[in-house]
């Protein structure tokens, strides 16, 4: 069964509004989660690096004000889209990982953002 | 910077004929690589997963070589379906991160 849950699968928002999407580790403590996004027919390209406690780390071309990232806990990080414009309409998906597990990522189910 | 790359694009056969996605990757300091089929509107589903030391996995008509030194991976479908139609993504895992390929998209035709 799935390891790590993500939470809406779909959502449909209005531009200017905020929209969070949770993932959460079912079964282990996720030292480090990750957030990813795939735009239609692109690879799927990573946002941000989270470890527990700590703030994220963002890749280049990624703002780190618009998606706020929260890792407050072994077993939950949410990103939260503010501000949400018709561009921000995509694929997100996290993963997580922990020491022990054999370097092995364990990924959500994904959640699709529509901004209308 | 690992860089990932699919090749074809995009596929098409007619139901029964065996499938082959190519997958190569620019460092092969990997620990692991892997296989995702994505369906329209889906998340990510796991294939396969070849560790670092190994260089094959098998799952059903599922099959998965890895070959680090010259960092490629292929993936065998056989006997493909039209269930089997959908996106396919190959992942290299090193330092905790996922390096996507942009996918192949597979169509089998009944």
């Known amino acids: 069964g799935a390891v790590v849950s993500q939470h809406p699968s779909w959502v449909i928002c209005k531009s200017g509004t905020s929209v969070k999407i949770e993932c959460r580790s079912l079964?282990?403590?996720?030292?480090?989660m990750f957030w990813y996004r795939q735009f239609p027919k692109q690879s799927l390209m990573l946002m941000a690096t989270?470890?527990?406690?700590?703030?994220?780390?963002?890749e280049q071309g990624v703002e780190k004000d618009k998606f706020l990232i929260n890792h407050a806990s072994l077993t939950l990080s949410t990103l939260t889209v503010t501000s949400a414009h018709p561009e921000d309409s995509s694929f997100y998906i996290c993963?997580?990982?922990?020491?022990?597990?054999?370097?092995?990522?364990?990924f959500g189910e994904g959640s699709w953002l529509t901004v209308v | 910077k690992q860089e990932v790359t699919q090749i074809p694009a995009a596929l098409s056969v007619p139901e029964g004929e065996n499938l082959v996605l190519n997958c190569s990757f620019t460092?092969?300091?990997?620990?692991?690589l892997q296989w995702f089929r994505q369906d329209p509107g889906k998340g990510l589903t796991s294939l396969l997963l070849?560790?670092?030391?190994?260089r094959e996995q098998t799952s059903g008509r599922l099959n998965a070589s890895l070959d680090k030194s010259s960092g490629r991976s292929t993936l065998y479908i056989a006997a493909s379906q039209p269930g089997d139609s959908a996106t396919y993504l190959c992942?290299?895992?090193?330092?905790?991160?996922?390096?996507f390929g942009a996918g192949t998209t597979v169509t089998v035709r009944a």
């Open positions: 993963s997580a990982t922990t020491r022990g597990r054999g370097n092995t990522i364990y």
């Open positions: 079964d282990f403590q996720a030292t480090t």
């Open positions: 989270s470890n527990e406690g700590s703030k994220a780390t963002y």
């Open positions: 460092d092969s300091a990997i620990y692991n």
């Open positions: 070849i560790q670092s030391s190994q």
């Open positions: 992942a290299a895992a090193g330092d905790y991160k996922l390096s």
